[in-house]
C-alpha cells in the first residue's frame, strides 16, 4: 500500500429482482463508506438527479424509501471498483483499483443497460470490454464538476440523466437466474 493511502472496501450494490439498468459510480466517498449508503454527501446531486427524474423520491427522503423507488424501477446502483487504495473522497486519488464483478452480474442476470455516473467510458472499456454493451456515460453527479454550477448546466445534464432513464423504462426485462444470482450479488 502506498504511504498515505488507505485500502478501503465498497459498498454493496443495490440489485432490483428485475435489473433493467446498472447506475455504476467510481468508489464511495468518505462520507457514503462512513453512512453506508450510496451518494450520501450532501452536496453530491445524486438523488436529486434520480427525484427531478421521477425516479425517486424526495432527495431528503429516507434512503429505504429512495432504494425501494429505485429498485422499482428496475434500477440498480454499484460502483466499478470494489476496492480502491485511496486519500480522501477523490476519483483522482484512487490507486490500485481492483473492479466489481459486473460481468459475473451480467452472465446472472442477463443483459441491463449500463449507466456511468460521469464520463468513465476509458475506465469501463479498460475492465469490461469483453461485455456487449456500450455504456451511456452521462455527467456525473459530483459537486466538483461545472455543469452543477448555473440553472442551465444543470437543466443540461438533468436532461441527460432522465433521457437514460426513460431508456432503462422501457427496457427489455432481463433473463437468466435472477433468484439465485440476486442472491449472491447481494451477499458481495
Known amino acids: ?11 454493496a450494490p443495490i440489485l432490483p429482482r428485475s435489473l ?15 453512512a453506508g449508503q450510496y451518494y450520501a454527501h450532501p452536496q ?30 428496475g434500477i440498480g446502483i454499484w460502483d466499478l471498483y470494489g476496492e480502491v487504495e485511496r486519500k480522501g473522497s477523490g476519483d483522482d486519488q484512487i ?18 443497460l449500463v449507466l456511468l455516473n460521469g464520463r468513465r467510458r476509458a475506465e469501463w472499456r479498460r475492465y469490461f470490454k469483453a461485455l ?19 440553472p442551465s448546466s444543470q437543466a443540461a445534464a438533468i436532461e441527460e440523466w432522465r433521457e437514460a432513464l426513460e431508456r432503462a423504462a422501457t427496457a427489455l426485462t432481463p433473463r437468466g437466474k435472477r433468484g439465485r444470482g440476486r442472491a449472491r450479488a447481494e451477499a458481495r
Open 132 to 150: 456487449p454493451v456500450e455504456p451511456i456515460a452521462l455527467p456525473s453527479t459530483s459537486p466538483r464538476p461545472l455543469h452543477w454550477n448555473t
Open 44 to 73: 453530491n446531486w445524486f438523488w436529486r438527479v434520480l427525484e427531478a427524474c421521477g425516479v425517486a423520491p424526495s432527495a431528503t427522503a429516507p434512503y429505504r424509501s429512495r432504494v425501494r423507488a429505485v429498485k422499482a424501477n
Open 95 to 112: 490507486r490500485n483499483a481492483v473492479p466489481n464483478d459486473i460481468a459475473g452480474l451480467w452472465e446472472e442476470r442477463g443483459a441491463f
Open 1 to 11: 500500500m502506498s504511504r498515505g493511502r488507505l485500502a478501503r472496501s465498497g459498498l
Open 20 to 34: 433493467r439498468a446498472l447506475i455504476l459510480g467510481s468508489f464511495p466517498s468518505e462520507a457514503s463508506l462512513a
